[in-house]
């Protein structure tokens, strides 16, 4: 039977993954054990995919990227060239910590810059923006945007990537999709 996604003949995928329709895996990437990749994702080059993973349907992955074990990423989550998870809060090479490692989860739709760092146990939430070579070192809400090191909010986000402006009764709108969005005591929702 002929795989539904494709993978370049460079790149190394181990046993028991799960790789979803439509999916495409580049140059020198490593897809190890036990991950689950959903349906048209695109895994750039020289990325690894470390044990146990999950990325959701339509994770974009770009070069040079690290997801280490303990990451999940909900549907179509960006991160960009080069960023990296972190999976141990206190590494050091002399003590193994294998059996330790913190989790993140990414909710949908989030966007991590490139060279962004996101330190383990913290959670980026749906929509969230995290600006280019920003250290996440807590959790970030829903629609936030955060640049830096150590990251911080600097405004909100809408689910087109746009900076949102808040008027004095607290609502946004996109200037792409014209979409609402409210704030109410610091966190945002979109008007349906």
Request: hydrophobic fraction near 35%; charge should be neutral.
């Amino acid at each position: 039977m002929k795989a539904e996604y494709f993978v370049h003949e460079t790149a190394v995928i181990d046993n028991g993954c799960k790789i979803g329709s439509g999916t495409k895996i580049w140059h020198f990437s490593h897809i190890m054990s036990n991950c689950s990749i959903g349906n048209d994702c695109n895994i750039g080059q020289n990325v690894v995919v470390s044990p146990d993973v999950v990325l959701g349907t339509n994770v974009k992955v770009q070069n040079n990227v690290s997801i280490y074990t303990g990451v999940v990423c909900d549907d179509d989550v960006f991160l960009g060239p080069s960023m990296v998870f972190t999976n141990v809060t206190n590494p050091r090479s002399a003590i193994n910590r294998r059996g330790q490692y913190a989790r993140t989860h990414v909710g949908k739709g989030a966007t991590i810059g490139a060279n962004a760092t996101i330190v383990c146990g913290h959670d980026i939430g749906a929509y969230a923006f995290i600006g280019a070579g920003a250290v996440v070192t807590k959790h970030v809400p829903a629609y936030a945007l955060v640049i830096g090191n150590p990251a911080k909010q600097t405004g909100w986000m809408s689910e087109y990537g746009h900076k949102l402006e808040f008027n004095d009764k607290g609502i946004a709108q996109c200037p792409e999709s014209k979409e609402e969005y409210r704030l109410v005591n610091n966190k945002v929702e979109k008007i349906a």
